[in-house]
């Protein structure tokens, strides 16, 4: 029987293989709703978290029940097989991680099946990046590398038919406007989440206002969005969860006591009147799924298709409520083609507060090392990216090595990865995936470095440790090469350290010139790390400048015999300087053409700051807030938590007499000071550097009086304000705050700290009518401006209760046995309130988010370039290189972006042709921002505003010039590329 | 698309339906072992309560999943769709109450790709009657009806190859004989269960006993079946539970971190060796399945997929382990094959405990209201049965009303039905289902009784209260017709109680005589019933003798104005009567021409009986166990509850002087006896009528002290039984049950009441060289012989802590707002200890049993028969009609038995021709007990016992005679029918 069943089996593929594909899928495959009627879009989804509770391979094969009940493998086993059995079933995938994971373990005929229903648009992608990321403490590249990711998968799998339309963040803690740009620039039709501030969400409600045109940037054009809020979580009514996991009860039609066809009609009536009253259009969208649900889509769907006969069913005896199996680009699709207007949004939707007392501002800094280590993958990605571009590395091993880090730094950018909200399980898994692909990865770049040097593959290593000042590429310094690679555009000089044993180097360049190097001492705060299993108590450090790849070349120096020596070599000299200034005099300074620092000798705190031709005296130091402490019963009774920040009583700021010792090199300039027992920092300026480095080293935070505590590094200024400040989104437009106030509502402040919390992923600044003062950092913060002049920025935070959002654990992070020990920087650029400081900030936020990556090889040899790599330094210097990376075996994507905004910068133009031919290019086309959609082919719903006129007929959004398109024949005016403020260009190049 | 879909289906239906069916079902579809190898059959399966946690509905539709996590539907559609997708896989199918509801909902493609299933063995039906009946507190004669119902709805919808061959009663607590022997007559080949004595279970295992021949009649031949018990509960192994309900790591092979093929292969293979050890053959039997499981197939067969090929692999290097899906079927037939000989068998597992302080003896009592309604449930199924067979009813909306009383009926057999060890909900819709089939099929009794006689369908109710005196049929009893059905095969004289509220009656029968009657009081106790809505305070007694159907004529009299009017109607004289014998008198009696009782005058207690020229001092009173209360932490803090008999402490007997009433009619002669506040009782004997009877009246038992209490009947005599005494199996043959003994093995006796506690189903006995104490029950209870003499029957039992064995609640039931009251009757026989009294004890049996069953008529007119009903009367007394029923549109079903065992009775031989005649016969075949396969065609594995000689090829047990078969044209000598000791012959009568 096994041949007939086989048989069987390849007549239905055949059948299904050659029916003409009608390209029904998208807004074609689309449900017809009924006129005169409440037309209810049944959405049938799951929100498969890719790690939470459980890590993402537990969730995908369904291990650990025990900790939640959730197997995606069964998820879409399940689902897929339900789609078939009714072509009018929908379901809507959302994480490509997943999924991509689970379409390779299947069969040939199981995949022929899945492209049908995806080319019929019954399996229909929704967001489609590789996870639902978080859109606080993730910065705007990854965001665009991970929906670059997925989409890419979806189409080299599908093909057009897989293009996500709907933008679906149902679950990140608040929204932010950046994402809402990103998914514009993607050609997205529109938007849905789950999360808003109550206060709000009660009022929108009121006004019919649950879903609006979001005006995504205040540079670019054409970026309106159409956003809704989902009406009650992304949960199926109440009751009519029909999941494996709930227990709602089922639809009893047969022959039974039970059947209670009648009361559970009444009830999805009932629910779709009242919900449909707070929505503008007679179309309305009720989601159908939760958490990990469709484990056995069976039950879900046998169960819909019950409630949908039976409420149509209704319509014979009058009832006007329709429901039918759709999509949200469906819904939008009918909203689309209703020609409503509606309000307008231009602000954000932070910070997102789920009751009076629940502002979840406190995961913008959960997790800090975790949240840095994602940078470091980032920054990594981002080279590896580069050099295997540059060395056209496709399909090989190495590719494979890249794509897995790809693939992790999408997992790293999950609202509940980068979150920091996850279970500490979780995180080390996180962590031991990112650090496995970091080290896969650095192959692909030893590779491509290969191919691009005459080295051997052995060489070219990386350090990790470099933050601890530990490097375990070298035993000794000695005949090391370090090779500079520049993932920026433009040629860059930047500091390169070293930890090094010995006390005497030579420094060389490639032309064999020395290059100035000093030692300067490791603080001692960080010689005491009980896991920095490494003696080295210097750092070598030099000035290096590379426009993309540069080599110096480090050899240890007997000990000093000639005054020339010891003149290059600055140790000794350092000895000297390592003394405390004199208790006699009241100030010391730190100085340098650029930069003065006054820091009073008593105390050894900051006192002022003198850089860009202004002074204003500056109070830095650091603050523990007491984390709230109590059982959740009640708002009242929240505790701070992974997710939410509640600080018991007023901060305890670090205001006492400082140990401190000072540490002056030619170039760089030091103070190591110790706040308490476990606060410790290094105030830093370097020659050249236009920014004061605030090196802090935090932790364990003592528990021992059972109080978790939240640590703040705090700046205090006499600038007037006024109550405004600013943060940056996702690492890219600035937005404006006003303590104490929001867009659309009146808050309930009764939180007045966390309550005022934004997250800062770059940059957080105030000015007034003279001076401007901003921090940038190196990992998302939360941060704020609680008082006129002052900004803060919270570093770390380990706490003893946890806050009832489903986590389960309190955060409190260990290692090594003891409490988590976080270091990090932060800098401060104090200058004129002109657009040009704002622009001089984004330059050097460029630097700190992609300084140089250091390879490390031992040879006595130089090392030669073989391959020239292309030069993208003679463009504007506002023009970012965004991404260069493989995209195919025979093309290359390419992504510029000005990273100015409509205030800080203005339009720029260029030509690309010699990048082109650098990059060997045959033919070059331009894309969406994910580089899967050719640009020419964009045709985006355009929404109508409250007040406006509404148009005849439906508008649509579609590339507002004409994309490039070019060959090598083509004239080189057409490789001339304008950017407007901040925008984003995307091209695909093909070389072969 | 849709069409081409339906295309698709349909030409894979046209495969399926068209490939010829290679009749591989059953044994020959079986998968082949490998020499020389432990050969594993896995065997999915899926155990589901009809009702338990939750209602039959509930569990079927996955309704209430907050309760039990549940819902039958899902696992059957599930199932299918997985046993579809690979020829490899296997399910067992159990319940068919729950497959034969789903089978129903189904379309005709998915029945078409059932039946292809079935009829390659890859869904296969075990047990497979309506529920998976208990063995305690059954009746075999319902035991047989819900498996001829189960095996005849699967032989009807699929034909041979669905017939089970295998019993499957994994989850009854305690094994019968009976049942056992049941399955020898339905030619099952073997029997599986999964809970025994634990101290025999440890026994068996090291001996290598585990599976055993089971020689399950004292009186039938061929009767041997092969039993085994499971190794680990019904359970799949530890850890390798891949459902939906567990968190056992699944088979995680991908790329992965969590990666664990290795370990689970080890885990696996390791269980296997180390269960081999307690098995003797090479094949082993491991079961994948519990609980309701399998409600996401997919998730089980995904993995157990892989289980099997990882484990498989290993064989490559070495492993001797080989695993592949089976059924218990197919591990049978390979036992079979291997010509083992195995150990012997010849009582019965019971009781069951699963430590030392939980024996499962409770449950023989629990819920006896329950209990009493099935026993009525049955009597009134076998009357509607009778009465249709009769009038040939089929097809109709009436025979759909008797299949409804039918299927109930299956279920209330269920081990958590009958048991009482349901939930009090689940109780409550038991009882409402049963009333309502009851009530229905009243409908069958009335169309019937309309056909037989010239009353129109209006008449012919039933009354269901009768047992607290109440009908609801009839205001008033003038002008009524009584109507009394005999279902039993011969002529029988009974008393009948009508509640009457008048006090002069007269009493006709068919042919005008009068019939002697007389007034008895109502219970004082009884009429103060809270329920009891009823003012009714006699009861009308007279005596009746049927045949099969027979009416009496009540009408009420005018006050009596003449001496022979107050003769016949006996009620001053009964007034006279009803007083308390004199105080001076130390004794008072009761006797008629049969019975002599002798009480106590001052304590009211009984003191002797005299019956068939015995005389005994019988003592007989209540007593009370107090119901151990702990918090079932460990063996020794076991609370007494739904499952478990626990005393705690020694029992109290009701020995003091009791308030009693003495009421003389002429022929029936009662003592009224109040023992407490809720105890009281009818001592009472008749005129013509053997036996004593008790009619107990118990409740509320009271709580107020916070003790749960259990209330025994106790008789104490003088009769030297040393510790022996018989009960019944299943009301069937009898058990000799030795106190603190066991067949096999020496059991704790720590708990030496409840581990002495046998299921009484009917009767229980014991005797000496001189005399025989016999008591008969109304419904199922435990009971035991604490001490020589002594007989006790457990009646009544209210707990206030569950017992933790899964239900989650006391027994503590109430009604009306009070605890439970419970009435029923206990009959009393004293004779000499000769198989003659056994056997009239059986007679007494089938009386108390298959009591006539009245319907009443309000008319004025006598009812004449128009019909007149076949006549069984000639059979031989030992003979007993079990069952006459439709069977099909145009076949009827018969069942006689010989009642008597080989000690009690004799081969009978009668002819059956008048029978087969007076039901129209056209052609009669013998079938199994089941009614389902002829009997031509049984071929039944034999096993052979250690010590016998192995044959050289496997042996099978045949028809041992040839079966009946013959038409309306053969020779009388055809219908000759021989009944050895406890014989049962099923026969099927075509008569259209």
Request: charged share 20%; proline share 5%.
């Amino acid at each position: 029987m096994q041949l007939v069943q086989a048989i069987a089996a390849l007549v239905a593929l055949w059948l299904v293989c050659t029916s003409p594909i009608e390209a029904k899928c998208g807004y074609e495959a689309c449900p017809a709703g009924k006129p005169n009627m409440i037309n209810v879009h049944l959405v049938p989804h799951s929100h498969d978290d890719v790690g939470w509770l459980k890590t993402v391979d537990q969730y995908y094969y369904g291990a650990k029940n025990n900790i939640q009940h959730a197997g995606v493998q069964y998820i879409l086993d399940s689902v897929v097989a339900e789609l078939l059995k009714d072509p009018s079933r929908r379901f809507i995938q959302v994480e490509t991680a997943f999924f991509f994971k689970w379409y390779q373990e299947q069969t040939a005929t199981v995949q022929t099946l899945v492209k049908k229903l995806v080319n019929e648009g019954r399996l229909e992608f929704t967001g489609g990046a590789w996870s639902m990321n978080d859109e606080a403490a993730v910065h705007y590249q990854s965001v665009i590398d991970q929906f670059t990711l997925g989409l890419k998968v979806l189409n080299d799998t599908f093909g057009a038919c897989a293009r996500p339309r709907i933008g679906w963040q149902i679950d990140p803690f608040g929204h932010s406007r950046e994402m809402a740009s990103i998914f514009a620039q993607m050609a997205y039709d529109a938007e849905f989440f789950a999360r808003m501030d109550h206060v709000e969400k009660t009022q929108r409600l009121s006004d019919i206002a649950m879903e609006m045109i979001w005006q995504s940037s205040a540079s670019l054009k054409d970026a309106d969005i159409f956003t809704g809020l989902l009406y009650r979580h992304y949960s199926a009514p109440p009751g009519f969860c029909f999941d494996v996991l709930c227990s709602d009860a089922p639809i009893i039609d047969g022959k039974s006591y039970d059947n209670n066809v009648k009361s559970r009609v009444d009830d999805f009536i009932s629910y779709v009147k009242s919900m449909s009253n707070s929505f503008r259009a007679t179309h309305i969208m009720v989601p159908m799924g939760d958490d990990f649900q469709y484990e056995n889509a069976e039950m879900n769907f046998k169960n819909m298709d019950k409630l949908i006969k039976y409420v149509n069913e209704r319509q014979v005896t009058g009832s006007k409520v329709h429901v039918f199996y759709s999509t949200p680009s469906c819904y939008v699709n009918e909203l689309h083609k209703m020609q409503l207007t509606w309000p307008n949004k231009t602000q954000d939707f932070f910070p997102y507060a789920s009751d009076d007392h629940s502002y979840w501002t406190g995961y913008y800094t959960s997790r800090p090392t975790q949240k840095r280590f994602e940078r470091i993958g980032n920054h990594l990605l981002q080279t590896v990216k580069q050099l295997s571009a540059f060395v056209h590395l496709y399909h090989t091993e190495y590719t494979g090595k890249l794509d897995a880090l790809r693939q992790v730094m999408g997992i790293m950018q999950h609202h509940d990865a980068i979150t920091g909200t996850e279970k500490q399980a979780v995180a080390r898994d996180y962590d031991r995936l990112l650090s496995d692909a970091m080290t896969q990865s650095q192959d692909t770049a030893r590779l491509a470095l290969t191919l691009i040097t005459n080295l051997g593959v052995q060489q070219f290593d990386s350090c990790l440790q470099l933050n601890i000042s530990v490097c375990q590429a070298y035993d000794s310094a000695n005949n090391l090469v370090v090779t500079l690679f520049n993932p920026l555009a433009h040629r860059s000089t930047q500091y390169v350290r070293l930890p090094v044993l010995e006390e005497h180097y030579l420094v060389t360049d490639e032309n064999g010139r020395e290059v100035p190097s000093e030692l300067l001492p490791v603080p001692s705060q960080l010689l005491d790390l009980p896991h920095r299993a490494h003696n080295t108590k210097h750092e070598l450090v030099f000035q290096a400048t590379v426009l993309k790849l540069a080599n110096y070349y480090v050899r240890v120096l007997p000990k000093p015999r000639s005054q020339k020596l010891s003149t290059r070599q600055r140790f000794q000299q350092l000895e000297l300087l390592q003394q405390k200034s004199k208790a006699d005099e009241p100030e010391f300074t730190l100085q340098n053409s650029l930069i003065k620092l006054v820091f009073d000798t008593s105390t050894g705190h900051l006192k002022s700051v003198e850089m860009n031709g202004v002074s204003e005296p500056i109070d830095q130091t650091f603050g523990i807030y007491n984390g709230a402490r109590a059982n959740n019963g009640a708002p009242s009774r929240r505790s701070s938590g992974a997710y939410i920040f509640r600080p018991n009583g007023t901060i305890a700021l670090l205001q006492q007499k400082l140990n401190y010792t000072v540490h002056k090199g030619e170039k760089v300039q030091e103070v190591h000071q110790q706040f308490n027992e476990w606060i410790s920092q290094v105030t830093r300026i370097s020659e050249g550097v236009n920014r004061v480095e605030f090196e802090w080293l935090i932790g364990p935070i003592p528990i021992e009086d059972d109080i978790g505590k939240e640590i703040v590094m705090r700046f205090d200024s006499s600038l007037q304000s006024n109550g405004i400040f600013y943060t940056d989104s996702n690492g890219r437009e600035m937005l404006q705050r006003v303590r104490n106030k929001r867009e659309y509502f009146t808050p309930n402040m009764t939180e007045s700290v966390s309550g005022n919390y934004y997250p800062v992923t770059a940059r957080i600044a105030l000015q007034d009518e003279h001076k401007r003062l901003a921090l940038l950092n190196d990992r998302a913060q939360g941060g704020s401006s609680l008082a006129d002049g002052q900004l803060e920025l919270m570093l770390h935070r380990r706490l003893l209760n946890d806050d009832a959002f489903g986590v389960g654990e309190a955060l409190n992070e260990t290692q090594f046995g003891t409490g988590l020990i976080a270091r990090g920087k932060v800098y401060l650029m104090l200058n004129t309130p002109t657009p040009q400081s704002s622009a001089s900030e984004r330059l050097a936020q460029q630097e700190i988010h992609l300084p140089f990556w250091p390879f490390f090889s031992k040879t006595n040899s130089p090392i030669l370039s073989s391959v020239p790599l292309p030069d993208f330094n003679d463009l504007p210097q506002a023009v970012h290189l965004l991404t260069l990376e493989p995209y195919s075996s025979s093309e290359l994507l390419l992504r510029v972006e000005n990273i100015m905004d409509h205030e800080e910068g203005r339009t720029v133009s260029f030509n690309i042709r010699h990048i082109f031919e650098g990059l060997s290019g045959q033919e070059i086309r331009e894309t969406t921002l994910d580089g899967n959609m050719p640009l020419a082919d964009m045709r985006r719903f355009k929404f109508q505003q409250d007040g406006t006129t509404v148009p005849q007929s439906a508008e649509f959004f579609t590339a507002p010039y004409e994309p490039l398109q070019a060959n090598k024949a083509s004239d080189s005016s057409k490789f001339s590329v304008t950017l407007d403020p901040m925008q984003i260009r995307t091209f695909i190049i093909k070389w072969a």
